[in-house]
């Protein structure tokens, strides 16, 4: 008999990553991508664009009802709501804590190396900066007015508290509304096997995701720039492996190694469409079914974090604001890093996780310390790329925060954490409808369509 090896859907995704780069690496060497040309106008801003923006679509249309019923589902299987009151405190703390870590290490690093030192560089795009809101607006619109205009935006922390109200009502109604709470189990089972699916096609999305953004990629700026990427890439790498693994190991026990194989395809993800929110489907999928998160901690922790959470950005900017502090020749002085570190930390909480957000925040922290706003116009070139690498760390901090409380509560499953095949999609197998209940359900409504 023929033994055909099956290569799991992961290996897929990135082998697509590492095809995406060689294509889009080998367009933008080559020149064509020039605008105008064939390879502009039909491959790299046609198939590839659109492929790409579909996939993403496909993905955030999962949010917000994913993040509805997994979240009714987790209130009502939390146990109580004492309960719920202390997973939100330890997430809370754990966030901002791995921030403030990673932006501080992010400064030191820069400091020591001296970044931008002597450096003179001309600024050039302009940067015009948004403003992050102000944070009692972000603590205001945790209540929504209207929920259905908050799942219409996608706002994230609105949408959580008004599942959460939901989940507790319902379990104060208690018998009568057993029946809302199976449907909405039976809703979230059909929502991740939403996931699945778009997950299938990931091979192909994530390769024209990553070749556009390579093709387009200045190089030679990203060689102008090679201090300030390769300080930036340096201590996002320390990040991810170094100091979130020990945060693991310490607050959990767990091992690290096996959290760095099964996070991957959350990073892939998050790679290719440099968005933690856009990612959540994902991430939430990864910690239930690869590492054995309980979904009644999963559903609150992921969201959460995939908005107030963000090591890598942060470390973003601590990296920018000594690079373009030197630059400038400004001296911030401890306070002014410090001011950096809690600025920071607090414009975290209220943006959300999309592409390109990090400079938003990096505005209003060079807005307090005095730094030159212009300044980011130097950094804007290699942006795209940082984005990308930065938003893995985001949503790597994400997972090991989610299963450190999970461990914490024993709402782990270690024989999930454990098995190495855990969750792992195996598209021939788990995506098939079966013929036999298509059958009888078909059969079934064909009744009920006579009798009437
Ligand atoms: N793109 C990042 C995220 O979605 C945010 C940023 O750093 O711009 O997490």
Redesign the pocket.
Known sequence: MEQTKKVSLTMKVVFGMILGITIGLAINLSGLNVIGSFTNTYIVDGAFYVIGKMFVNALKMLVVPLVFFSLICGVCGIGNIKTLGRVGSKSFLLYMLTTAIAIAMAISLAATVGIGEGMALESTSQFSANVAPPLTDVFISIIPTNPVKAMANGDMLPLIFYSILAGISMLMVGRKASRLIEAAEVANEVMMKMVTIVMSVAPYAVFALIAKAIAELGLDLLSQLAGYVMVLFSALMLHLFITLMIVLKVFSGLSPSIFIKKIRDAQVF?FS???????IPVTLRTVIERMGVNNSIASFTVPFG?TIN?D??AI?QGVATVFIANIYGVDLGITGYLTVIVMSVLASIG???????????LSMVFAQVGLPIEGIGLILGV?RL???I??AV??SGDAVVSTIVAKSEGKLDMTTYANPNAGLINVDEGLHINEAFELELANTLKKTHDQS
């Open positions: 998050a469409t440099a968005s933690s929110n856009a990612t995939a963000m890598g950005t973003m943006t959300a996780g999309v592409p390109g957000v990090g400079l938003i925040m942006d940082m984005d990308m930065r938003t985001n949503v």
